[in-house]
């Protein structure tokens, strides 16, 4: 999955957000958190808490997630692809 830039690289600004809103959900310190810190396992995140992650990159990022995308953002890498790629379809279908 692209990161929505053309050097393949990561947009910072979209991946400490995310970190802050999981941070905040999940009651840790934002420096707890790492690209691959598991949500479930490591920061002990519950299902509500996933729909709550989910909620709050809705609204923070104006997108549309499928709840069936909770499967995959275990960590925050998948987090951020999952978020990206729903900008970029939110983008697309604005056009």
Known sequence: ???????????????????????????????????????????????????????ALERRFRITIEQSALAVMHDVQNTYEVVVAALAAARAGAR
């Open 1 to 55: 999955m692209t990161t929505g830039h053309e050097d393949g690289g990561i947009d910072a600004g979209i991946r400490d957000e995310i970190r802050r809103i999981v941070a905040d959900i999940v009651e840790v310190d934002v420096e707890e958190i790492g690209w691959n810190s598991h949500f479930w396992d490591e920061l002990k995140a519950d299902s509500l808490q996933g729909i709550e992650i989910l909620s």
